[in-house]
């Protein structure tokens, strides 16, 4: 796929002072960039709940690493990577962004339930989202695979078996014991709902915010975005239970100043960014430092969703 890569640039967003519960914080992000007058495309969410869209199993033997999205609406539709999807033969996360045409898209998944492979209902619901731990170390496995795929396929997949250990690992940090090994279970599990209600002073934000920047334990790391200040108002709620979910374990530490965070977001800005084809439609763009890994779904002029993690310091590259 030929693109202009110069026509793609990490965006300039203006962090908050940070807002901390315990160990987690998160800065508010603002963007520079103008908002579209009206996005044209409905969040995977809003869609599945107004009956336009319709997640399967690929058919009725079933895939893991691939479900289908049958978009029966007159728009688009986004989702968003570390989205779950629960019922089905098994609950399921997003490997990618995706923005799904008209039509059946074919999208590739992770499972995050080791111990059941039945239906449970026909078509997926829409769940929360992956714990950051997961998210961080799922966008490091595709990035490595973009640099050496030669097929789509093969560019989004991830190594499951090292994803059920994260869900095991994840469950026994929270003390879950669930009968299928769903992730699913973890937030659902009474202990944690309560602790994650230590976390609701976190869903303020102010108006525009389009997106946060995470401290954890002291330490900066994440931040993500979406297009429109009301994408990240659908989307924060569940994203939220992802990163409180992996804070808990963090030492409680006061958050770094607004300067270092707007230094932080700002990283992916100094980096070239690599293209790729993306599943479905739009561009997706992938940019790489010694300590960052950042990735983002474009179509036309904008950039839909958009994430930075910090790598793994074993696996940091030189």
């Not at 901390?20 to 998160?26: H, K, R």
């Not at 961080?136 to 695979?145: D, G």
Request: aromatic share 6%; with cysteine.
């Amino acid at each position: 796929m030929t693109v202009d890569t110069q026509a793609v640039a990490w965006p300039t967003l203006i962090p908050e002072e940070p807002i901390q519960a315990g160990p987690l914080a998160v800065y508010p992000l603002l963007s520079s960039a103008q908002p579209p007058p009206a996005p044209a495309y409905l969040l995977l969410q809003e869609a599945i709940k107004a009956d336009l869209v319709h997640v399967t199993e690929l058919n009725d033997q079933g895939h893991v690493p691939t479900i289908a999205l049958i978009n029966n609406g007159t728009l688009p539709v986004l989702a968003v990577q570390g989205k779950e999807l629960v019922g089905a033969k098994q609950n399921r996360t997003l490997n990618v962004s995706i923005l799904a045409p008209l039509g059946r898209t074919e999208i590739p998944v992770t499972c995050v339930e080791r111990g059941r492979w039945g239906y449970s209902t026909r078509r997926f619901g829409s769940g929360s989202f992956e714990h950051y731990n997961l998210r961080r170390m799922k966008a490091e496995m595709v990035s490595a695979k973009a640099k050496r795929a030669h097929t789509k396929r093969d560019r989004y997949a991830v190594d499951q078996a090292a994803v059920w250990q994260e869900v095991d690992l994840e469950s026994a940090r929270h003390g879950v014991e669930s009968a299928t090994s769903a992730l699913n279970d973890v937030y659902s599990a009474a202990n944690v709902v309560a602790q994650l209600h230590d976390f609701d002073s976190l869903q303020s934000r102010p108006e525009g915010a389009v997106g946060v920047a995470v401290a954890m334990g002291g330490e900066l790391v994440a931040a993500e975005f979406l297009e429109t200040a009301e994408a990240f108002a659908a989307l924060w709620p569940g994203m939220l239970k992802g990163y409180a979910l992996s804070s808990m374990y963090a030492g409680e530490k006061e958050a770094p100043g607004r300067m270092v965070a707007e230094m932080f977001v700002g990283r992916p800005g100094g980096a070239e960014a690599s293209v790729d084809e993306p599943v479905g439609l739009g561009r997706d763009v992938r940019w790489e430092g010694r300590e960052f890994l950042a990735s983002a779904l474009a179509h036309g002029d904008g950039l839909l969703h958009g994430t930075l993690f910090t790598r793994q310091p074993e696996q940091g590259n030189g």
